[in-house]
């Protein structure tokens, strides 16, 4: 995840290692799961689901520009912050790949399992991804799973016969891309680039046709920020030596925090500089305090 600047992928700020425990100081979707988001509200309208999907699509044919695939792609790994944008959480089950090297782990949640993965087949990353993607443009559409069972051999026979229900309100356009996402065979399967060009995701988005995320360069020769830590207590040396790096400290956490222009509940962000430099300090001297305790505290 260090390598990984995108606005719909949950940023890292802070890797906290222990002798017990490994902490990651994350991004907060204070919003929670689309998951329980649809329990709670039903399905989503195709305009809804199609503003979330085009982040998710954006933010996974991202990672694969970069060798990254996330192989764990589902409902409860897809978060919403404040503002109802998607963040893609939980890189555990991720790997680098690289075209031509297969991969063999069984990754993941059943219900969004490629049908590669149900018949113990090679794959090489990115088609597995894709398959989970339909799989939530269904779930986000209907509220529901397309392949489901009582049992994991059911849902297998299921995923493996590719057939699913297409629900009457669903529009035509929508069951053509589903269909280029939820095929069995993976070398027929589409491409994230192909999506991108789709009708049905770039419907009210004329002139504004998704394409693929180039990422900003960060800026860490910010002056007003590094004023702000200095007067926190940082030196000047250690500031620099943290970002010249990009070491995931709680010095270059304290910079990449002071450039959020988010406003985190409860903490101060969107208050002037000297208020967020107050909450930081005690925010991260705290963290160390309880990382230090017998009694610990829950990773993230």
Not at 103 to 114: E, K, N, V
Not at 178 to 196: D, G, S, W
Request: aromatic share 10%.
């Amino acid at each position: 995840m260090k390598g990984l600047n995108h606005p719909n992928i949950v940023k890292l700020f802070e890797v906290i290692e222990t002798e017990k425990t490994l902490y990651l100081v994350m991004e907060y979707a204070s919003a929670g799961e689309v998951f329980d988001y649809l329990v709670s509200h039903g399905r989503m309208k195709e305009k809804e689901a199609r503003a979330k999907f085009r982040q998710i699509v954006s933010a996974v044919h991202y990672c694969h520009q970069k060798n990254i695939v996330h192989r764990d792609l589902k409902a409860e790994n897809l978060l919403l912050d404040a503002e109802a944008n998607i963040k893609i959480a939980d890189f555990g089950f991720s790997n680098e790949f690289t075209l031509g090297s297969k991969l063999d782990t069984f990754c993941g949640s059943p219900p969004y399992a490629a049908p590669e993965l149900f018949q113990g087949k090679k794959y090489d990353g990115p088609e597995v991804d894709i398959w989970s993607l339909g799989v939530i443009l269904y779930t986000l559409v209907s509220g529901s799973l397309p392949f489901d069972g009582h049992n994991l051999k059911e849902l297998r026979e299921r995923v493996l016969r590719g057939k699913y229900r297409v629900p009457f309100y669903m529009s035509t356009d929508c069951e053509s891309i589903l269909r280029r996402f939820l095929v069995l065979n993976p070398a027929k399967r589409c491409t994230l680039e192909q999506i991108m060009k789709d009708k049905w995701i770039n419907i009210g988005y004329e002139g504004e046709e998704l394409k693929p995320y180039t990422e900003p360069e960060e800026d860490f020769g910010d002056t007003k920020r590094i004023e702000v830590m200095v007067g926190m207590g940082y030196t000047r040396e250690e500031i620099k030596e943290a970002l010249t790096s990009q070491k995931y400290n709680e010095v270059t956490a304290t910079y990449l925090l002071l450039g959020r222009k988010t406003e985190v509940r409860g903490a101060g962000l969107g208050r002037p500089a000297q208020t967020v430099a107050g909450v930081l300090l005690v925010l991260f001297s705290g963290m160390e305090r309880w990382c230090q305790s017998p009694f610990g505290i829950n990773p993230l």
